[in-house]
């Protein structure tokens, strides 16, 4: 089983929509959890840093269940410059604590 | 430079060549890491530099990867006898903090590699 699981998609939805993304994590010791957001052919960029009592930044909600391991991230009325691959990311570890990636969850916002 | 600098942008090496890959990180960033991507897949961990301590090695996916970072600061990804199944983008990135705490990671463009 991956550290890090999330749904490959692709989301194809229209603009104005709302979106909502998942990721579990195996590693119940993990302790610090981010989104990142990576358009083709670029480099990862962070979006938001996933706090246990969850965070808003505008259009994006990010959440945390730590009993259940996942997170997710909520994207309302969504634009099509929201075109991009959404990572998650978890830093966990004995001895280290090493930021492990979800394979990312590609999304097309269409007109 | 501001930001995280990888060198070369992009590396064409036949099968069977060595090949080393450099990262400059942030100045003052304690962690480095080194990630690998292929076309259309997510980040996959290889190392993990963090400060002073021994460097977390664990996704090293053979004995032909090997990764130092020389006075805390630069780093270089040695691939030997590359195989073209090597073929990918590698990402260096680098965080303030190493250890438990938070820490948003700064990325390199990365260093396309293509094995003939």
């Known amino acids: 089983r991956k550290e890090v699981e999330q749904d490959p998609g692709p989301f194809n939805v229209p603009e104005g929509a709302t979106v909502a993304f998942n990721c579990t994590y195996s590693?119940?010791?993990?302790?610090?959890f981010f989104w990142y957001r990576q358009d083709c052919r670029k480099e990862p960029k962070l979006l938001m840093s996933?706090?246990?009592s969850g965070n808003e930044d505008g259009r994006f909600t990010a959440q945390l269940n730590r009993a259940s391991q996942y997170i997710s991230l909520l994207i309302r009325d969504s634009k099509l410059s929201d075109s991009a691959t959404y990572l998650c990311?978890?830093?966990?570890?004995?001895?280290?604590?090493?930021?492990?990636f979800g394979a990312g969850t590609r999304l097309f916002v269409k007109a | 430079g501001a930001g995280v600098s990888q060198s070369p942008s992009n590396k064409v090496t036949e099968k069977g060549k060595d090949v080393e890959l450099r990262c400059d990180p942030i100045?003052?960033?304690?962690?480095l890491y080194w990630y690998r991507q292929s076309l259309g897949q997510g980040l996959e961990f290889l190392i993990y530099?963090?400060?002073?301590?021994?460097?977390?090695k664990s996704g090293l996916p053979s004995d032909r990867f090997s990764a130092e970072r020389t006075g805390g600061s630069v780093s270089t990804l040695t691939i030997q006898r590359t195989q073209q199944e090597d073929s990918a983008v590698y990402l260096c990135?680098?965080?303030?903090?190493?250890?438990?705490?938070?820490?948003?990671?700064?990325f390199g463009e990365g260093s396309r590699l293509t094995v003939l």
């Open positions: 590693n119940s010791a993990s302790q610090s």
């Open positions: 990311a978890v830093k966990s570890g004995t001895g280290g604590f090493k930021t492990i």
């Open positions: 990135a680098s965080s303030l903090l190493a250890g438990a705490g938070g820490g948003e990671l700064f």
């Open positions: 530099f963090q400060g002073n301590s021994a460097p977390d």
């Open positions: 100045s003052g960033h304690t962690a």
């Open positions: 996933v706090y246990s």
